[in-house]
Nanobody, 126 residues
């Protein structure tokens, strides 16, 4: 079993930047992709970004493409989400999720993920 813990959330002004971290523990020697999802109040959870187990493949939602960058450091068992040019619409609870993947696929669907963190709040003020 893999445990995921998000951190780095907080309050930031529109146009600012924030970096989220997803730290994994437990069975971290397996190949797994990591996805970031977010859920705003009254909204359904939506896909944000994902990265394959090797880090070679990434995927982004159209709403964040060009602004957010996902990366991973497997030596530290950590995946990062750098968020630039933040907008008020980015306000949400951000979750990271893990999916066991032999192939280097950056999954974008929630159903592909096996483990989820508890989330970290990101609030963008305008």
């Amino acid at each position: 079993q893999v445990q995921l813990v998000e951190s780095g959330g907080g309050l930031v002004q529109a146009g600012g930047s924030l970096r989220l971290s997803c730290a994994a523990s437990g069975r971290t020697n397996s190949r797994y992709s990591i996805g970031w999802f977010r859920q705003a109040p009254g909204k359904e959870r939506e896909f944000v970004a994902a990265i394959s187990w090797s880090g070679r493949n990434t995927a982004y939602a159209e709403s964040v493409k060009g602004r957010f960058t996902i990366s991973r450091d497997n030596a530290k068992n950590t995946v990062y989400l750098l968020m630039n040019s933040l907008k008020a619409e980015d306000t949400a609870v951000y979750y990271c999720a893990g999916s066991y993947s032999y192939y280097e696929i950056a999954w974008t669907g929630e159903d592909e993920y096996d483990y989820w963190g508890q989330g970290t709040q990101v609030t963008v003020s305008s």
